[in-house]
């Protein structure tokens, strides 16, 4: 319970954002509650052991880091350690009648050598090049500007400083830059792919929401490298719970919030426990919440309802499954991202197939495996058996098509897993079904998770995993006050925005929790 009847700052909801808020505002010496309805802090960014008997710990929601600014780990003191894939990604397809694939890492000679292999020569291989650069220099450019005050518009174009680059990201649909850069199909559906990321959008969406996913994807960093928690995602949030209990905040799991109240001065908020109801009363409040939930507490009209697109599985193998590629390694293979079907045509149909109301023909998605990298997350029996993890993402798959009575919503989800198995199936040597590790009741290792399902379980509207679709990281008011200058204001002057929802929010990045502490301290 609280300590407390009376706090300078309570975080509702302990998920990772949380956590950071916590510790930065303990630190500077605020008295600091979080109150957390689960049994445990967290929220997406957690380890567990889905499969009944089997010593594996997985990343059962979030599973890879890109957007953490080393200023948060440096400032926090976290022990987190993050290794670096040795592969980018792989992208198996069939060209001739023969399989073949893309193979992105392992030093440039193979790089060049793969996109030669696959394409005939070498042009696709330098518009890569040059285009991955810029997107570098982007990332070097914007990726600082995360923890910093929101810059206006004009104030971020000057920063990155390269017109042609602003207009091809900014300002035009995506799809317009890829065909304009890239002649082959596979290649267009790669790049593409950093664009989806649980965002429901066509390749030339008016919207540009395809194009604010794609730069979070890209700028991570400063470099765009995704990397492999090691210990789990559960690591990360452990490390962030350590900092914040030794900062001196007080961490209060199975206390859900039922409601807020403020005249602007104050904040009152309600809560429940498995046993009693409480009150307690702060000068401000954090919301590491959705902005629908807090319109919820609050009372308030909700915004427009988000729609996310994922499917996520997770699967324990007792071997890595054998390709038809005979030129690639599966240790090579599965330890970057492995896409399947996501050719430029083949996303393009299955977002058609999608906005119809139908689950893809050939459902779009990919693959990693995080024991490759790190194999700390199984047992050390598993380990050196050669069991190993794969995770899977799909795409296109928004929460509209799992409507209906829960049983209506696995029958689709059964036809769904089936579905991306057996586009999954298609580039292997063997069933992905034989290769699968069995609990201790002899049922196959496999854990799917709809955006219906990620509702239930963590609160996310929709669905989906960033709240509400990615903005743009500027200004798009002029108002001054510290919580429009980090992009965290709600609409009431003590109660901040701190997770994914918040400008600059999304992804396992800490940003949504550091700009919100930044904002409470006047900084």
């Known amino acids: 319970m609280p300590s407390h009847s009376r706090y300078d700052v309570v975080i509702v909801g302990g998920g990772h954002n949380g956590l950071v808020a916590a510790a930065y505002l303990a630190g500077a010496g605020r008295r600091v509650v979080v109150l ?13 052991a889905p499969f009944p008997g089997v010593a594996a710990r997985l990343s059962r929601f979030a599973y890879l880091v890109s957007l953490l600014p080393q200023r948060i780990v440096r400032d926090l003191g976290l022990r987190l350690e993050l290794r670096r894939r040795p592969f980018a990604s792989y992208t198996p ?66 920063k990155v400083d390269d017109a042609a680059l602003w207009e091809a990201l900014f300002e035009r649909p995506l799809g317009e830059t890829i065909e304009e850069r890239f002649a082959d199909d596979l290649v267009r559906g790669v790049v593409l792919t950093d664009a989806l990321i649980g965002t429901f959008a066509d390749a030339h969406d008016p919207s540009l929401a395809q194009n604010r996913c794609f730069l979070y994807h890209v700028i991570g960093q400063g470099t765009g490298d995704w990397d492999v928690p090691v210990g789990g995602m559960g690591a990360v949030t452990g490390a962030l719970l350590d900092a914040a209990l030794a900062a001196g905040a007080e961490i209060a799991v199975g206390h859900e919030v039922t409601g807020l109240a403020t005249d602007g001065r104050t904040v009152e908020v309600g809560y429940r426990t498995a046993g009693a109801e409480g009150r307690l009363g702060a000068e ?48 090579e293979a599965f330890a970057g991202t492995f896409h399947i079907a996501e050719g430029y045509r083949e996303l393009a149909t299955a977002y058609a197939e999608a906005a119809e109301g139908r689950l893809p023909s050939r459902p779009p998605s990919e693959v990693y495996c995080h024991s490759l990298t790190d194999p700390s997350i199984l047992a050390p ?33 059964e036809e769904l897993l089936a579905a991306t198995t057996r586009a999954l199936d298609e580039h292997l040597a063997e069933p992905i079904a034989d290769c699968l590790a069995v609990d201790e009741r002899g049922r196959p290792c496999v854990e ?35 919580g429009d200058r980090w992009g965290v204001a709600t609409g009431h002057p003590n109660i901040l925005l701190c997770g994914a929802g918040a400008v600059r929010g999304g992804g396992v990045s800490g940003v949504g929790g550091h700009n919100a502490a930044m904002a409470a301290l006047g900084r």
């Open 381 to 413: 029996e598993l380990a050196a058996a050669g069991y190993q993890t794969l995770t899977l993402f799909g795409l296109h798959t928004p929460e509209r098509l799992f409507a209906g009575d829960e049983g209506r919503q696995r029958e689709v989800r």
């Open 448 to 482: 799917a998770k709809t955006p219906r399902d990620l509702e239930r379980e963590l609160r996310l509207p929709g669905g989906h995993i960033f709240h509400g679709d990615l903005a743009f990281p500027w200004r798009e008011t002029e108002r001054d006050g510290p």
């Open 284 to 331: 401000l409040a954090l919301v590491n919440a959705s902005p629908s939930e807090l319109a919820r507490l609050l009372g308030e009209a909700a915004p427009p309802a988000p729609e996310g697109s994922q499917f996520k599985v997770n699967m324990l193998l007792t071997r890595l499954p054998a390709l038809r590629d005979p030129a690639v390694d599966p240790r």
């Open 93 to 158: 397809t069939t060209r001739g009648g023969r399989p073949t694939g893309l193979l992105v890492g392992d030093g440039e000679r193979r790089v060049r050598e793969s996109f030669a292999r696959l394409t005939g020569d070498e042009r696709e291989y330098r518009s890569w090049r040059e285009f991955y650069a810029a997107t570098g220099r982007l990332a070097g450019r914007v990726f600082p500007t995360l923890t910093e005050p929101l810059p206006t518009r004009a104030e971020l174009r000057a």
């Open 36 to 48: 957390e309805r689960m049994d445990a802090v967290g929220g997406a960014a957690v380890s567990g």
